[in-house]
């Protein structure tokens, strides 16, 4: 059985909006990829060769579903990402272009249950803000990753809304 792991880039002041690639409404992005050690890649990477599938919000989907499959090659990661069982949480996005994904329309909380009962690996989830907001609230994550980076960017989506109720979580490394 796998486990659901939330798996995110975080500025200092909390925002975990376009690390990478994608674009940002205010041009910062690529924060987390331009400043990431050589520890940080690794990590990454091995996260990504010990997981069972990614499950994904439609934004990062079709961010990632653009980017992954002509992605360079190095360390194999790309062809990995490829490989993998992707799910896309979607109720607008009809038919997936990137191969081995699936769309869930509906009933979130019994297909994350069965897809982590079918799981060799972890089920990793990256970015896809209202994806994590939805499974945190439905007490289906089994662990959050968080990477921060020392940037602060002012502004951006953050990975825990204003309105959320106290959570209290237990520190198990650093």
């Excluded at 400043?35 to 890649?41: F, G, I, K, L, P």
């Excluded at 194999?76 to 490829?82: F, Q």
């Excluded at 699936?102 to 994806?131: N, T």
Aim: proline share 3%; glycine share 8%; charged share 30%.
């Amino acid at each position: 059985m796998g486990r659901l792991v939330v798996t995110e880039f975080m500025t200092l002041d909390g925002v975990m909006e376009a690390p990478g690639f994608e674009e940002h409404r205010d041009g910062k992005n690529a924060w987390a990829l331009s400043t990431a050690t050589e520890d940080q890649q690794r990590f990454k990477v091995d996260e990504v060769f010990a997981a069972g599938a990614i499950l994904l919000g439609r934004v990062t989907y079709q961010i990632w579903a653009t980017f992954w499959p002509d992605a360079p090659k190095d360390a194999g990661l790309a062809d990995r990402v490829n490989a993998l069982e992707k799910y896309v949480v979607s109720t607008t996005l009809r038919e997936p272009t990137w191969n081995n994904t699936k769309v869930i329309r509906s009933d979130l909380a019994g297909e994350v249950r069965r897809l982590k009962e079918r799981s060799d690996g972890d089920v990793l989830v990256f970015g896809s803000a209202e994806l994590v907001d939805s499974l945190l609230e439905l007490d289906l994550v089994d662990e959050l990753r968080i990477m921060l980076f020392p940037i602060v960017l002012g502004s951006g989506k953050h990975l825990f809304r204003d309105e959320r109720d106290i959570s209290h979580l237990r520190l198990v490394g650093t």
